[in-house]
């Protein structure tokens, strides 16, 4: 699975504290009522499709970075100033809308 740029924009946006607002907060000497009903907010639902999107993902495309370390050792890699202008565009517009 290839995690796409706004997937880590999402990434991002969760923190350690966001994760542990979803957890509820309980004193050691309060009692906890027990009940046979669970709500997930969205926000915890938001929170593990992010976690299992980044478990699924593997830490490094190998194959990715074998072929760019062949077309460097060769002298065929080529950068792509128009790609590279167009991701950074993207990046700033999903930022600030």
Known sequence: ?????SDYQEI???TQ??????SP???KDESV???SDVEISERAKKIQNI???VKAAPD???EKVEELKKEIKEGTYNINSDK???KILEEIVSTVF
């Open 25 to 27: 907060k309980i004193a």
């Open 60 to 62: 490094v495309r190998t």
């Open 12 to 14: 991002k946006k969760v």
């Open 84 to 86: 590279i202008a167009q």
């Open 51 to 53: 976690d299992d999107v």
């Open 1 to 5: 699975m290839t995690i796409i740029a």
């Open 33 to 35: 009522e027990k009940s």
């Open 17 to 22: 504290s966001d994760l542990k607002e979803t």
